[in-house]
């Protein structure tokens, strides 16, 4: 730890909403009388029925509910779009920036509602009504905030999968929620790479589970030939083309669903997490403009994916909903060189940029070069997201990134908790390298020990929510049951976030990371049973258990242990089958970086995994593995540490 302090920037200090005084008597007022300040902070939104109700929660596990501004309507691609045009008609609203660097365009608000209009007619004409849900599997092309915004509009509801998942990811979360369209493109394209999105969509829809699928609408983004299955299979541009360009926006119960996000957890297949209308688009729209301080003529930039929870809160929802001009990026930070995310900045007079740890620590290895072929002189505030940021990183980060002059915001939150949980207030919190810092308005965090008892003051110990914020999850899709097990039984009345924290002397959070089966690799959520029970499903595979380890650029990386079937010896080309049997079943972002072939595993009497045990050999730190003697064969231990991959 650095134990360095950077004290707000003064020049923020004065130009802010939010100052450190006014962080202190608005976060006290939020906290102890939520109803009001957020019926007043929910007014932001253009509501059709004004709610009357505020907030009506329990986090009891035998009374779990969760509803906000419930009697409310409203529609979030009305208040995204429509209530812009008169001021903003001509504001840019998305920048799009392509994975070729020749390739870029801007649409303002006025054009892309006409867009989304015409896009949301045409899934009316195709049957899709309010509650069907409708699977988005496309590059970070504009049609994905179109196709987002249209669903939207008719109050169906999305589920975005990332393009880099596979065929069977694809397949398993159509066929969790049922969807009745899938919106695609014929290829993605990413570091000049081709990715096979429509091949991937046929071959998800062959697997059980997913007839739902009536109709496949087909973006052309490279034109690559692909096979057109009639009827079922439409392309996009000449059907939207001939649409109107008004569509009446549905009006949504503020408890309506907006979207379903697959997430991975510590057990089982990924969670369908479903956000609602109302809370979550208050939620996002206030944390987009306090958090980043946002003001009317600035460029904004996300470089998340839509496929994930930051690409559906901060490059489309929290930005659009605040009238703001948010750049949409196809491409990778490496390509075609590793100055790209600067020449992008000054390209587009980027001024708020926001990005996550795994990325600045690759390009940091690259060293300050390639940062000073670009100006940067638009930046004025950066953020990150997605995993703890060491502080070695965040000071890179601050000094060339930000030339010393752009505060930092470490934003922490989760696909659950639908907006930014802990993060500084720019103009309000002095930062520290590595501390997400204090919490949001309305937000409680408190620090408990494993018996559940909650700690004061300096400690350390698991990361829980007291009380709801707007724009937390209601529900796993189709499984209510698995929602109140894994959030709500572990510390009755608190919703638990899978994270340990330390809290210090000033009250700063420090994120330390899952204390769960989740590895966090660069930024992404992998849940060790997916992997093992990938490894399992091959052939020659008799036991898998599967573990994070440190990784210089990743944060973590994943580190298997493989037991094979008697007598099937343990080759380097086995090695090589199995990752990429792993990136084939789940996707890429899967691929285990070390394999280890292991003759047993650890295991206790009663036959649980102890992985403990597996994490200490994986950091190459053997000498704390601690009692071994519960184990129902101590020996397997000695082998696995001869052999272990990471010394
Ligand atoms: C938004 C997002 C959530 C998990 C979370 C935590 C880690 C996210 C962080 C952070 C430390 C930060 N995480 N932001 N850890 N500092 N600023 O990333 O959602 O993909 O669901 O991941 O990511 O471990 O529990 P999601």
Redesign the pocket.
């Known amino acids: 730890m650095s134990g360095k302090v950077y004290p707000v920037d003064p020049a923020f200090a004065e130009r802010t909403r939010i100052n450190a005084d006014t962080y202190e008597a608005l976060y006290a007022r939020s906290v102890a009388d939520p109803e009001g300040f957020w019926s007043e902070i929910a007014r932001r939104l253009d509501w059709i029925t004004p709610f009357s109700r505020v907030k009506d929660v329990s986090f009891d596990p035998n009374n779990l509910h969760i509803r906000w501004f419930d009697d409310g309507r409203l529609n979030v691609s009305a208040n995204c779009l429509d209530r812009h045009l008169a001021s903003r008609g001509d504001k840019t609203a998305i920048v799009f920036e392509g994975d070729n660097p020749d390739e870029s365009r801007r649409i303002s608000y006025r054009e892309l509602y006409e867009e989304v209009c015409r896009a949301a007619n045409l899934l009316r004409n195709l049957g899709v009504k309010k509650g069907d849900r409708v699977a988005i599997y496309l590059p970070m092309i504009p049609e994905a905030a179109v196709a987002m915004l249209a669903c939207a509009r008719i109050g169906a509801v999305h589920s975005v999968v990332f393009g880099g998942f596979s065929p069977d990811s694809l397949a398993g979360r159509i066929a969790d929620s049922q969807c009745k369209l899938v919106i695609t493109a014929d290829e993605g394209l990413r570091g000049g790479k081709k990715v096979p999105l429509k091949a991937n969509v046929d071959e998800a829809l062959t697997r059980p589970g997913t007839t739902s699928v009536e109709t496949v609408l087909v973006v052309r983004r490279t034109g690559a030939p692909v096979p057109m299955q009639v009827p079922r299979d439409r392309w996009w541009a000449p059907l939207v083309a001939m649409q109107a360009t008004e569509c009446a926006p549905e009006p949504m119960g503020a408890e309506d669903p907006l979207f379903i996000l697959y ?1 991975s957890g510590s057990t089982g297949k990924p969670k369908g997490v479903l956000h609602t209308t109302g809370g979550y688009l208050v939620y996002v729209s206030y944390t987009h403009e306090c958090v980043f301080d946002l003001r009317e003529d600035d460029v904004y930039w996300c470089t998340a994916d839509v496929g ?3 690409g559906h809160s901060y490059v489309l929802y929290g930005p659009l909903a605040n009238g703001a001009t948010t750049l949409m990026f196809e491409g990778v930070p490496s390509w075609p060189d590793v100055s790209r995310f600067w020449r992008v900045v000054d390209k587009h007079k980027v001024t708020l940029f926001y990005t996550a740890p795994t990325a600045i620590r690759a390009l940091m290895r690259d060293g300050d070069a390639p940062v000073k072929q670009a100006s940067r002189q638009s930046l004025r505030l950066l953020g ?6 060491n502080p070695e990183a965040w000071e890179w980060y601050h000094k060339v990134v930000g030339d010393g002059r752009c505060p930092i915001v ?7 908790t639908g907006g930014i949980l802990i993060s500084p207030l720019p103009g309000a919190t002095a930062t520290k390298p590595g501390s ?1 810092t204090r919490p949001f308005f309305g937000v409680k965090p408190a620090v408990v020990d494993a018996a559940g008892q909650v700690l004061d003051g300096a400690c350390e110990g698991n990361l829980v929510l007291t009380d709801s914020w707007p724009g937390q999850m209601r529900t796993v899709y189709g499984d209510h049951a698995r929602f109140v097990e894994t959030y709500f039984t572990a510390y009755p009345g608190s919703y638990f ?3 340990g924290v330390r809290r210090d002397e000033d009250g700063y959070y420090w ?1 330390t ?2 204390v769960d089966d989740v590895i ?1 690799v660069s ?3 992998i849940g060790t049973a997916e992997v093992e029970s990938a490894l399992v499903a091959h052939p020659k595979v008799a036991e898998a258990a599967v573990v994070g380890c440190p990784h210089d650029i990743k944060g973590q990386g994943i580190y298997a242990y493989v037991t094979l079937n008697a007598g099937e010896p343990g080759s380097d080309e086995l090695r090589r089958e199995l990752i990429g049997w792993v990136r084939k079943e789940i996707g890429p972002i899967a691929s285990p970086d070390y394999l280890q072939w292991a003759p047993g595993l650890p295991k206790t009497r009663s036959g649980k995994i102890m992985r403990r045990i597996l994490r200490k050999i994986a950091e190459n730190a053997p000498e704390q593995l601690g009692d071994t003697s519960t184990l129902a064969d101590p020996s397997v231990v000695h082998n696995l540490v001869e052999e272990r991959l990471v010394r």
Not at 384 to 389: D, L, R
């Open positions: 997430t994930w929870v930051t990150t997201v997605g995993e703890p940021i470490d934003t922490w939150w989760q696909t659950e997400a976030t899978g994270d994120i990371g899952r966090n930024g992404h959520r």
